[in-house]
């Protein structure tokens, strides 16, 4: 069941508990003695979609949910790779990738926020090979899915690591971009 006709089935169940407890009530109101049998099929039918809805609401998917296969391999053969094959994954080649590296190594962002935090972040190489290879890529390599198979990070990471680094590489805006200033003479 698509997730739009799972959502469609559930509003229809809650409009139909809302009917029945509304039918209910004005039974209640008219009190007539003739309508047991019919408040019986009513208080019936009002229990089954409530356990129907309580059912709905218990599933958090409507079709079966699988993760993404994920492998590390790319990212431990990345480093062993040509200069030029390197350079179609990250748009830099080794000598500059390693140069970026030894610049943001130690940045703060890189960092865990406390010190007793149960995990420290990945490898700094990680994030930057990562984000570059996110800014390099385009159309459907430039999926969240493709980097959480090639790197095993989940789907969240890929964007925080692309925010790490351009953190990271901001500080250091000024100290590698300048615009040139013309001298204009009048004359």
């Known amino acids: 069941m698509s997730p739009s006709d ?6 229809a169940t809650t409009d139909v508990i809302f009917q ?3 039918a209910r009530e004005v039974r209640e109101i008219s009190s007539a003695d003739d309508v047991e049998d019919d408040q019986d ?4 039918l009002l229990r089954h979609r409530v356990t129907l809805r309580n059912a709905l609401d218990s599933v958090r998917y409507s079709v079966p949910h699988v993760n993404v296969a994920r492998s590390s391999a790319h990212h431990r053969t990345l480093y062993e790779l040509g200069d030029e094959v390197f350079r179609t ?3 830099v080649n080794k000598a500059t990738f390693y140069i970026l590296l030894d610049l943001l190594r130690d940045d703060v962002v890189f960092r865990s926020r406390n010190r007793g935090a149960r995990k420290p972040q990945r490898d700094v190489a990680i994030q930057l090979a990562v984000t570059l290879e996110r800014y390099g890529a385009y159309g459907n390599g430039n999926s ?14 890929v964007p925080t ?16 971009v300048a615009l040139t200033s013309y001298v204009v003479s009048c004359g």
Do not use: C, E, M
């Open 6 to 11: 799972f959502q469609k089935l559930r509003n």
């Open 20 to 22: 029945l407890v509304k």
């Open 41 to 44: 099929t009513t208080n019936d």
């Open 89 to 91: 994954f990250t748009r």
């Open 144 to 157: 969240v899915a493709q980097f959480v198979r090639n790197y095993n990070i989940g789907a969240g990471t």
């Open 161 to 176: 690591y692309v925010r790490r680094v351009q953190k990271a590489l901001l500080r250091y805006y000024t100290s590698f």
